[in-house]
């Protein structure tokens, strides 16, 4: 039988995500702050809650995907705060065995605080942060890197199939956030990698599709020139070729980048190259947050935008 779920977070990579479960058969009940995006999941055939209690009542596994730590915390905590125990949030009022995942991308330490209060509780805690964006969430392709327990991760595997084609068992509590947060800390800097290089190419008087192409047969290879290029019109159906909308927004890449020079800090490891992408995106965002974060080609030439 079909465990029943509770899903909490229905934004822009909730709603598909929740969409995918109820597709597959599952009985979903859902909560979000904002009636708009509860009322999207109704349509689709979930049930309302007014509370995260309310979606939890009777459910087996608890999803959530919200958008920062603090909204994980306030959620599964409630008030306590970061130096005490016991929870009064959603953790106090599940009952033992309940399976939680939560696929938001937060710090490690962050993820791990949660994982040790439900662990007192007798319930059972994965971070299970996702990695393909909007698109991969409406097609059900996205990648999960999954930190917690091999039990706990055998059963919420079937699960996140569902929604997901890639699914990791990164390691231990926090695992999932680190191998998540060091993948993006790496596309924060090939990204602006590449855009530094193309606009050097660009400013030498090479079209920018010819440099991209003799690149992309050569070592500088990477994801960005493969399927995402930051520069105008070298590639149909990117952001870049559509005034920079849609895709992952460069106020996102800017948490996560931020999350891992935390978590660098934290562990005393050397990030010099996360650090100026940190830097780089800083800037750019300041006028350009909501733009994808290719857009950080703009830095280089603004007549791009
Ligand atoms: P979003 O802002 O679109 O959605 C977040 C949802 O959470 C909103 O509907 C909001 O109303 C709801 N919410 C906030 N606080 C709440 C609370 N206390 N109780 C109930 N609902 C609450 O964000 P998103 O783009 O869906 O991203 C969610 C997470 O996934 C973030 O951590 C983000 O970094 C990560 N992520 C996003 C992408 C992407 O491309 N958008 C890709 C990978 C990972």
């Known amino acids: 039988d079909k465990p029943k779920i509770g899903f909490i977070g229905l934004g822009n990579m909730g709603a598909p995500m929740a969409e995918n479960l109820l597709k597959a058969g599952y009985a979903l009940t859902v909560y979000d702050l904002s009636a708009d995006a509860t009322q999207r999941l109704q349509q689709a055939g979930a049930n309302v809650a007014d509370s995260p209690e309310g979606a939890a009542a009777g459910a087996q596994v608890v999803i959530s995907m919200l958008p920062a730590g603090k909204h994980v915390h306030s959620v599964y905590l409630g008030d306590m705060s970061a130096e005490q125990s016991g929870s009064t949030g959603l953790l106090a009022k599940l009952p033992k065995g309940t399976l939680v995942i939560d696929s938001s991308t937060i710090a490690a330490a962050d993820a791990r605080k949660v994982a040790d209060e439900a662990g007192k509780l007798g319930i059972e805690f994965l971070d299970a942060p996702v990695s393909g964006g909007t698109g991969g969430a409406i097609a059900g392709t996205l990648t999960f890197i999954v930190g917690g327990s091999a039990e706990a991760f055998a059963k919420a595997k079937p699960i996140l199939s569902m929604m997901g084609k890639n699914i990791f068992h990164a390691g231990d509590h926090g695992a999932g956030q680190v191998a998540k947060i060091c993948n993006n800390m790496m596309l924060g800097i090939l990204m602006a990698g590449t855009a530094e290089a193309i606009n050097l190419g660009v400013k030498n008087g090479l079209d920018a599709k010819v440099l991209s192409d003799i690149m992309l047969q050569s070592s500088g290879r990477n994801w960005a020139l493969e399927v995402y290029n930051p520069y105008p019109q070298v590639m149909e159906n990117v952001p870049s070729s559509n005034g920079y909308k849609g895709g992952f927004m460069a106020n996102l890449m800017q948490k996560d980048l931020n999350l891992a ?45």
């Open 261 to 305: 020079m935390d978590t660098a800090k934290d562990t005393g490891a050397k990030a010099p190259m996360g650090a100026k992408a940190t830097e780089l995106y800083s800037a750019h965002v300041t006028e350009h947050g909501d733009k994808d974060f290719s857009s950080i080609m703009a830095l280089h030439d603004s007549s791009v935008l």
